[in-house]
């Protein structure tokens, strides 16, 4: 069985073609240069001749993935823009690419009979209301939506809003696309909070580093006491791994699923370092004294639980993903 990984050069995207090959998927990935394409398998030697490269320059041309989804039956929609600094024009930037991509992906898959279904990687972005207080213990489920509207979307002057926005309209828009017409096919959406793991996409430097992980970064790479964070997390492994259950699950026909492994604090993820790596001291941010704070928000994961899904232990995926980092430094 053949599967469409769109932006397979990506943080998450390489991780979730590692998945499939290793379920024993075949894997057609887009990228937007042969060079990114070559520079992966240089940097993972045993997807040598695995994957099946295809150029897409980019998901906001009309008929993107049309060439590129013929004969598979699988599409996992991965690419999308993630960053919220230095945003300057939403629409462009964001908005577009996140749904107008989507749409693509999905309009590509009208014209292939033999996809079954698409998989999305949404976000917990689109489910999450970036404009509440965070801190009242509310539960979000996959039953919730952020509420910011198209309009919102283009006048806020925040990056992380606008992202978030471009997350849940591009979902909006895939659930309507499949709602609105007859299809052959269905979909179901992966929704993560914030992805660490290993590193094994291309990357220009560790500045290029993707936007979630430069959290992480920021812990290990020699800076002092860094302001502490508390969101949630989940691994890119994971993520991979949910990406192929969200592929094959009857239960997620049109579902959606939000995986994460649980809430972070960026004090906590130093100390949990410093412990489990004491020779790396020098270079592992010192923790502050911010306590966890016991009333921000809980996602309930038990949905993915109910289905299979496992999650690595905070432990490993921190000390898994400052190893590689600290690997993939050397290189630049
Ligand atoms: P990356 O920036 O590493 O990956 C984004 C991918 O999309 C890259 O392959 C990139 O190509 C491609 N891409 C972006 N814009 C375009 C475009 N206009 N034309 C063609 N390709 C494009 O980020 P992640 O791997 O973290 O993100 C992947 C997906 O996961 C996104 O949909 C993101 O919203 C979602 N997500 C990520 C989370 C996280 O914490 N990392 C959390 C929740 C959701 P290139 O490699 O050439 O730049």
Redesign the pocket.
């Known amino acids: 069985q053949l599967v469409l990984v769109?932006?397979?050069?990506?943080?998450?995207?390489?991780?979730v073609a590692v998945a499939l090959l290793n379920k024993g998927y075949r894997v057609r990935g887009?990228?937007?240069?042969m060079e990114?394409a070559k520079e992966l398998v240089r940097l993972n030697p045993e997807l040598k001749d695995k994957i099946e490269f295809v150029i897409?320059?980019?998901?906001?041309?009309p008929n993107?993935f049309q060439d590129s989804v013929k004969g598979c039956d699988y599409v996992c929609?991965?690419?999308?823009?993630?960053?919220t600094d230095n945003v300057t024009d939403n629409k462009t930037q964001l908005l577009?690419?996140?749904v107008k991509?989507t749409l693509s992906a999905l309009e590509a898959a009208v014209t292939e009979p033999k996809v079954k279904r698409v998989v999305?990687?949404?976000?917990?972005?689109a489910v999450n209301n970036p404009t509440a207080d965070p801190n009242t213990g509310y539960s979000y489920s996959e039953k919730d939506w952020n509420p910011l509207s198209y309009e919102d979307a283009l006048q806020t002057k925040n990056g992380n809003f606008a992202?978030s926005a471009?997350?849940k309209l591009?979902e909006k828009a895939a659930r309507d696309f499949v709602k609105e017409k007859q299809l052959h096919f269905d979909i179901s959406t992966?929704?993560?909070?914030?992805?660490?793991g290993p590193?094994i996409?291309?990357m220009n430097s560790m500045d290029s580093l993707?936007?979630?992980?430069q959290v992480l970064w920021k812990l290990v790479n020699g800076s002092k006491v860094q302001p502490n964070i508390q969101r949630w997390q989940?691994d890119?492994r994971d993520?991979a791994d949910a990406h192929v259950l969200a592929l094959e699950s009857p239960k997620l026909s049109n579902g959606r699923m939000l995986v994460t492994q649980g809430p972070f604090s960026t004090n906590n993820i130093s100390k949990i370092l410093r412990e489990k790596l004491p020779e790396k001291k020098d270079v592992i941010s010192e923790p502050s004294d911010v306590p966890f704070n016991e009333k921000f928000f809980n996602i309930d994961n038990s949905f993915s639980k109910s289905l299979g899904l496992q999650y690595y232990s905070d432990e490993q995926t921190y000390v898994d993903t400052a190893l590689k980092l600290w690997e993939r430094a050397k290189q630049f």
């Not at 992966?190 to 660490?196: D, G, L, M, S």
């Not at 993707?210 to 992980?213: E, L, Q």
């Open positions: 769109t932006g397979v050069t990506g943080f998450i995207g390489a991780h887009t990228v937007r240069s990114k897409v320059k980019d998901i906001v041309e993107a929609h991965v690419a999308s823009p993630f960053f577009d690419p996140a991509g999305i990687t949404s976000s917990f972005a992202y471009s997350k591009a992966v929704n993560p909070p914030y992805v660490f590193p996409h291309p993707n936007t979630s992980n989940v890119v993520i």
